[in-house]
């Protein structure tokens, strides 16, 4: 059984940092891109960050670009997700997904992931 899980949402105040952390199994790790997602109250799901299968070329939207910092850990089948100087706008609830695709297609493209997390709710307030 394929199963992602994320951990280390919680509630913060601005400015402040979280990782995340996404733990895979089931799935043959090192094969696949692997991205974070978030979804706030009301919204569309979007894509924040993505890596690809050995931590070569990475993706961050513009809204965290700069702020926030994706990296993986094939041994531990683990993607982290730094996020650092968060806003009020950053509070969603956050999903990895994984998928098995090129860099060079779309990585923001929820249908290019085949597995997906429950999700952790990530609290921006003072």
């Known amino acids: 059984e394929v199963q992602l899980v994320e951990f280390g949402g919680a509630l913060v105040q601005p400015g402040g940092s979280l990782r995340l952390s996404c733990v895979a199994s089931?799935?043959?790790?090192?094969?696949?891109?692997v991205g974070w997602f978030r979804q706030a109250s009301g919204k569309e799901r979007e894509a924040v960050s993505v890596?690809?299968?050995?931590?070569?070329?990475?993706y961050y939207s513009d809204s965290v670009k700069g702020r926030f910092n994706i990296s993986r850990d094939n041994a531990k089948k683990t993607v982290y997700l730094q996020m650092n100087s968060l806003k009020i706008e950053d509070t969603a609830v956050y999903y990895c997904?994984?998928?098995?695709?090129?860099?060079?297609?779309?990585?923001?493209?929820?249908?290019?992931?085949?597995?997906w997390g429950q999700g952790t709710q990530v609290t921006v307030s003072a």
């Open positions: 089931g799935i043959t790790f090192d094969d696949y891109v």
């Open positions: 890596v690809s299968q050995w931590n070569g070329l990475n």
């Open positions: 997904a994984a998928g098995i695709f090129s860099m060079g297609a779309r990585p923001t493209s929820l249908g290019l992931y085949d597995h």
